[in-house]
Nanobody, 120 residues
Framework: QVQLVESGGGLVQPGGSLRLSCAAS????????MGWYRQAPGKQRELVAT???????NYADSVKGRFTISRDNAKNTVYLQMNSLKPEDTAVYYC??????????????WGQGTQVTVSS
């Protein structure tokens, strides 16, 4: 059983910063990529940023230059440093682990989500 546990969400004023963390636990041999997605009320879930085990990153245009994704492979943990936050960044942020190799096969997993609210 693989679990993704997220932390670090909350309420922040425009222009502020937050750091999200997501730790994957369980019998994990490897994780090809980890990432963050978000879903605002009434909108579809969208990609925020991803990072491969080799460190290759990909960002949504809306967050480039403001958000930084990083990863600790030894701890199966991914981070999202969010700076210069805007009200339009308000959403539930979900952690994703893609192509997780476990004893019984390969699967994708999602965290439970953490709320980020940017408001004055």
């Amino acid at each position: 059983q693989v679990q993704l546990v997220e932390s670090g969400g909350g309420l922040v004023q425009p222009g502020g910063s937050l750091r999200l963390s997501c730790a994957a636990s369980g019998r994990i041999f490897s994780i090809a990529a980890m990432g963050w997605y978000r879903q605002a009320p009434g909108k579809q879930r969208e990609l925020v940023a991803t990072i491969t085990s080799g460190g290759t990153t990909n960002y949504a245009d809306s967050v480039k230059g403001r958000f930084t994704i990083s990863r600790d492979n030894a701890k199966n943990t991914v981070y999202l440093q969010m700076n210069s936050l805007k009200p339009e960044d308000t959403a539930v942020y979900y952690c994703n682990a893609n192509r997780v190799v476990v004893p019984f096969g390969v699967n994708d997993y999602w965290g439970q989500g953490t709320q980020v609210t940017v408001s004055s």
